[in-house]
């Protein structure tokens, strides 16, 4: 397939159980957080954003968690899927100065039927 | 179907030669943000339009350059090409200069540099 073949750490679960990706980030001053899913052969997808004034946010089937004391940034997936197999990126941001998203290395996640 | 169109899909091209990237971003958006995924890379941010004006410059090499025309589309061109040039070229889009709402993906070209 169109597997952008990165060196990617991976994440294997099974069909129904949960999933938790997790990312680190250094800048102190970032404080909006997205996570993306990028499938093969395909863009990256927005998922679900959080900004540094909540700890939480839920979506479908997802939620992240920001700690902003020691700059993680985590995903979770529930009852998870065969089609949210992907690699999944973090991706940080600050309000004021750059004006790109930062992208993590990625995680691949493979879910096993 | 993210809105974002890039073309060619998949490019193949010799060393040295000279290639066009060309993006369409989502009707109503006035960024145009360029990246370049490669092995061992992940996704590094190149450089971003915003209603045909230069915003912000990321790890850019010299021999690329990009703009964006009256209609808002923007073409990548990327030249004297190199073996490790070869990736996939990703353009997104936003509405506003700023990415603190995010922003929407295209599928990408890859290029293949022999």
């Known amino acids: 397939g169109e597997s952008v073949g990165l060196h990617l750490p991976t994440l294997s679960v099974q069909e129904g159980d949960n999933s938790i990706i997790n990312c680190a980030y250094s800048n102190s001053a970032s404080d909006y957080f997205i996570w993306y899913k990028q499938e093969s052969g395909k863009g990256p997808q927005f998922i679900i954003d959080?900004?540094?004034?909540?700890d939480k946010r839920q979506g479908q089937r997802v939620t992240v968690l920001l700690n902003k004391t020691v700059k993680h940034l985590s995903l979770q997936i529930a009852a998870t899927q065969p089609g949210d197999s992907a690699v999944y990126f973090c991706a940080e941001n600050e309000d004021t100065g750059r004006r790109a998203l930062t992208f993590g290395s990625g995680t691949r996640l493979q879910v096993q039927p | 179907d993210s809105g974002v169109t890039q073309t060619p899909k998949h490019l193949i091209t010799a060393t040295g030669q000279r290639v066009t990237l060309r993006c369409s971003p989502r009707?109503?958006?006035?960024?145009v943000y360029w990246y370049q995924q490669s092995l061992d890379q992940g996704l590094q941010f190149l450089i971003q339009y915003y209603n045909g004006e230069e915003r912000a410059k990321g790890n850019i090499l010299e021999r690329f350059s990009a703009q964006q025309f009256p209609d808002l589309h923007s073409e990548l061109n990327l030249s004297s090409l190199e073996l490790g040039d070869s990736a996939l070229y990703f353009c997104?889009?936003?509405?506003?200069?700023?990415?603190?709402?995010?922003?929407?993906f295209g599928s990408g070209t890859r290029l293949t540099v022999v």
């Open positions: 959080i900004r540094s004034n909540m």
């Open positions: 009707s109503g958006d006035l960024s």
């Open positions: 997104a889009s936003s509405v506003g200069q700023k990415a603190n709402y995010g922003y929407t």
